[in-house]
């Protein structure tokens, strides 16, 4: 039924317009990194590879770490 009134042609209907990927990049990559970051709290940010002292980011993301099966205890 949506392709149809898309079709018809009718100026009524708004059209969606297309986002160019050059300028959907940066926030691509920015959304990548923010991942990568998430993945590195939930994942690596234990031990050896600690930023933060103590157990606190550990504990706070230690669901999320079972969950995605990261090893742990
Ligand atoms: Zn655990």
Known sequence: MTEAV???GNPA??????IPLRELMPWII???????LAIYFVGAEEGATSLVPGMYVHEFV??????????CH
Do not use: E, I, N, Y
């Open 13 to 18: 209907v708004a059209q969606p317009t297309p």
């Open 62 to 71: 230690h669901d999320g770490r079972h969950l995605l099966g990261f090893p």
């Open 30 to 36: 920015f959304g990548g990194l923010l991942l990568l």
């Open 6 to 8: 898309l079709k018809s």
